[in-house]
């Protein structure tokens, strides 16, 4: 702490203290003796009596000093200097004040975390605001929402009560769109003096790029509450489990992706908890490395889910995990391949879902009909079969199966597949026999696709890119179609190209061209891959198939609604059951953990196990460390950067200067009157 004077020159006032002490021994040369009677002889001459009357004559004297040393002080105009977040000043301003509460301003390696830290700073800035000053709050998990919404702004107490609600979040932040929020929402106000204050701990794409900018008259400061401390972190970035039937029945195989931001080998245990089962191994990673774990387990009946940990660390939110395990966990996709091999449909779409680009984590299978077994449908999301050939009546029983319990089907047929023969084979699947297979004329432009309202969930990128396409031949089906069946596209004068419909509770594609490009060129089009990635994470959002894709916080998570029922009720990992009414979603995902989705039964309050998710805490936000840039990782502070140097403001002192005096001249008065 550093202590200063404005008026330093006034300081040539102490030297009035000497007046007392000169007076003093003055008045003591000068004094006259005077003889004491008998009786004060008697009472001076008491044990202590004569030492206590000196002590309160040095009391008094001190004090006077002391009073004009006091009042000579306080015309110096003492201070000292505290840090400040340069808001301090005459005129009143708008302060738009953004902070970071995403998941890494958890992380607590001092006293406090870096969030308790933020709000620190926070309380210090709005208390530092010249009356008269309108603030505006924005928080990086929600960077397009300001408090308030409408109005003003708050005033700096009402500001400090609703930072003391705040509570850190599992989400990732935005930082740069809060940024351009809080800049928009100042633009409207009227004071002339406007402020952004970002109090972050940088752990991400955003660099500390010089402490103030000035964008539209705003300035922007910004505060590192890391205190340029280097940050090291583990944890868990994503985990699935999947059957492994080759190992026995109730036999599981667990893939984790396991972070080390730290400049040490992380060589640690990795436990899984299933029912009351416990399986631990050692997981070896490199220093900032990100490493694949590859774990086998055993489920006992009747579970539905499991827990992934490592041991903790200053961030302990990102070193457990959750998985869903049983009947209903889907992730891989299996692609049939018919008899004709080589670069047949089976190729194109696996090569499609294969390519590891795009943000798809579904593993992707090829087997033949002919080597197909309903055994490996287990742990499938989807299946695709196109122009298969011959299938026998059992395989299509599990594969019907497979759909009413929640799979999802994608079905084509193609030059290698008779239609009669098709129409015997699906016809429990789809909605009606083909016809015949009918050829456009593509100088009429009747070969372009067109996207019906229902195949509105593609991307606007992606449908651009699909109506570009030519398809040359289309298989027609028969009048008559069973109901439930949307088309998603068509083709010529209206002919249904591309339909979905419903089976039990899973879902049915049929694509009425090739996936091959024997009759269309969609297959060797650039939108291939991400056509038919989107289609199939639409078709399994709504049936359960991604029960083992992770919702991240706050993110809403659709619902399998059964037959007949308009409620649905959720359990969040802490909390009673929130209901949920049809068709809606659910939305309160913002904790980490297992959420189970019941059905009440018929009124008596027992209820019925619908399906399991689970939520995992943003892994872009466990992805930093000592020595990292933002181009590699959304990584801690970089190599040599230490945080900025923080500002400094003038606190008086002149007010407990002055109560000091006032003391003085109480205590004065009372030696005064014991003397």
């Known amino acids: 702490m550093t202590i200063g004077f404005a008026s330093p020159w006034m300081l040539v006032g102490v030297l009035a203290a000497l007046l007392p002490l000169l007076l003093h021994f003055w008045i003591r040369r000068q004094a006259p003796v005077v003889p004491l009677e008998a009786l004060m002889r008697l009472v001076l001459g008491a044990r202590g ?7 309160m004559h040095h009391g008094l004297l001190a004090s006077r000093v002391l009073l004009l040393v006091l009042l000579a002080v306080a015309f110096a105009r ?17 302060l738009a004040l953004v902070i970071d509460d995403s998941l890494s301003m958890r992380w607590k390696s001092r006293e406090r975390s870096d969030f308790q830290e933020a709000l620190v700073r926070a309380r210090e800035a709005l208390g530092e605001l010249p009356e008269g000053s309108r603030v505006f709050l924005v928080r990086t998990s929600r960077p397009r929402e300001v408090e308030p919404r409408r109005g003003p702004g708050l005033d700096p107490v009402q500001a400090a009560l609703r930072v003391e609600r705040l509570v850190p979040t599992w989400k990732a932040g935005d930082l740069k769109t809060a940024l351009g929020t809080a800049r928009r929402r100042l633009r409207e106000s009227p004071l002339p003096d406007r402020r952004v204050l970002a109090l972050s701990d940088f752990r991400n794409d955003d660099s500390l790029e010089g402490r103030e900018e000035v964008q539209d008259g705003i300035a922007l400061l910004q505060e590192d509450v890391t205190g340029g401390e280097p940050g090291e972190n583990h944890g868990i970035l994503s985990v699935r489990a ?13 893939q984790a992706e396991v972070w080390n931001g730290s400049l040490r080998p992380l060589d640690d245990l990795l ?8 399986t631990a191994d050692r997981v070896a990673c490199p220093a900032m490395r990100r490493c694949s774990v590859s774990m086998e387990f055993h489920v006992p009946e009747g579970v539905r889910f499991g827990e992934v940990r490592l041991p903790p660390d200053s961030l302990p939110d990102d070193d457990a995990a959750w998985f869903v395990v049983g009947n209903g966990s889907r992730a891989s996709v299996l692609v049939l391949e018919g008899p004709g091999g080589g670069q047949g449909p089976a190729f194109f779409v696996g ?31 989807a299946v695709v079969v196109a122009d298969p050939g011959p299938v026998s009546p059992d395989r299509v029983r599990a594969l019907e199966d497979f759909v009413r319990t929640g799979g999802v ?9 008779p239609l009669q023969a098709w129409n015997d084979t699906w016809k429990g699947l789809v909605p009606g026999p083909l016809r015949r297979v009918w050829t456009l004329d593509p100088a009429s432009g009747e070969g372009r696709p067109v996207i019906e309202e229902e195949g509105s969930f593609l991307g606007e990128a992606v449908a651009a890119g699909f109506q570009e396409v030519r398809v040359r031949q289309v298989a027609l089906p028969e009048a008559g179609w069973a109901e439930g069946w949307r088309p998603l596209a068509s083709v010529g004068s209206g002919l249904p190209l591309w339909l979905a419909g419903s089976l039990g509770e899973g879902r049915v594609i049929l694509w009425l061209s090739s996936l091959d490009p024997s009759w269309t060129d969609l297959p060797l089009a650039p939108v291939f891959v991400a056509w038919i990635r989107e289609t199939l994470e639409w078709a399994t959002r709504s049936t359960g198939g991604s029960e083992t894709e992770p919702v991240r916080p706050g993110e809403a998570r659709p619902l399998r609604w059964p037959e007949g029922e308009t409620e649905l009720w959720v359990t969040p990992p802490s909390g009673p059951a929130l209901a949920v009414r049809a068709p809606g979603v659910f939305t309160g995902t913002d904790q980490p953990g297992v959420y189970t989705v019941h ?18 805490p943003d892994p872009r936000e466990s992805r930093f460390g000592p020595g990292l840039s933002p181009q590699v990782s959304r ?16 606190k008086s002192l002149v007010t407990p200067v002055l109560q000091g005096a006032l003391l003085l001249l109480v205590v004065e008065a009372f030696l005064r009157e014991r003397i």
């Open 409 to 417: 089907l994608w079905l084509a047929p193609g030059p290698g597949t």
């Open 351 to 381: 090569h499609a879902l294969g390519v590891t680009v795009g943000g798809w984590s579904r593993e992707t299978r090829r087997v033949t009909v002919g080597g197909f077994s309903p055994l490996q449908l287990a742990g499938v999301a």
């Open 635 to 650: 990584g801690g502070p970089r190599p040599g950067t230490a945080a900025p140097a923080p500002g400094k403001s003038r």
């Open 599 to 616: 059905v009440r039964g018929d009124g008596r309050g027992d209820s019925r196990l619908r399906e399991v998710f689970v939520v995992h």
């Open 78 to 94: 003492p201070y000292r200097e505290v840090p400040s977040s340069g808001l301090s000043g005459e005129r009143p301003l708008a």
């Open 271 to 278: 436990s899984i908890r299933v029912g009351g089962q416990v």
């Open 242 to 254: 999947l059957p492994d039937p080759e190992a026995g029945p109730g036999a599981w195989r667990l």
């Open 49 to 55: 009596a004569a030492l206590g009357v000196r002590w």
